[in-house]
């Protein structure tokens, strides 16, 4: 959703993703909004790593904007948190 029109046009996807456009600022503004409002750590680390397998360059932006206040999430303590619920956090195969 941050193409603009020309880059649309450029890239021949005019009219294949939605009409509107959001700048990747209000994108990562509108994630953290949606992030603090979750009670749990686990719950904030499934919505980062779905946010990593729809839009890897977005999630990126969202955690070098705060690297001290993700990486507890996206690391240790809560990664071991995520393997010990995995039936809950598993979304989709990974490709390494």
Same mark, same amino acid.
């Given at each position: 959703?941050?193409?603009?029109l020309e880059e649309r046009m450029q ?12 700048s990747q600022d209000v994108q990562v ?15 904030? +680390?499934?919505?980062?790593?779905? /946010? ?5 360059? @977005?999630?990126? *932006?969202?955690?070098? $904007? ?8 996206? +690391?240790?303590?809560?990664?071991? /948190? ?5 039936? @809950?956090?598993? *979304?989709?195969?990974? $490709?390494?």
């Amino acid at each position: 959703m941050a193409f603009t029109l020309e880059e649309r046009m450029q890239l021949g996807i005019h009219g294949l993703i939605p009409p509107c456009f959001l700048s990747q600022d209000v994108q990562v503004l509108r994630i953290m909004r949606y992030y603090e409002r979750q009670q749990s750590d686990l719950d904030k +680390y499934i919505i980062l790593m779905t /946010l990593q397998d729809r839009n890897e360059k @977005l999630f990126y *932006r969202v955690l070098t $904007s705060d690297v001290e206040k993700f990486m507890p999430i996206v +690391y240790t303590p809560t990664v071991g /948190l995520a393997c010990q619920h995995y039936g @809950l956090t598993f *979304r989709r195969p990974r $490709s390494p």
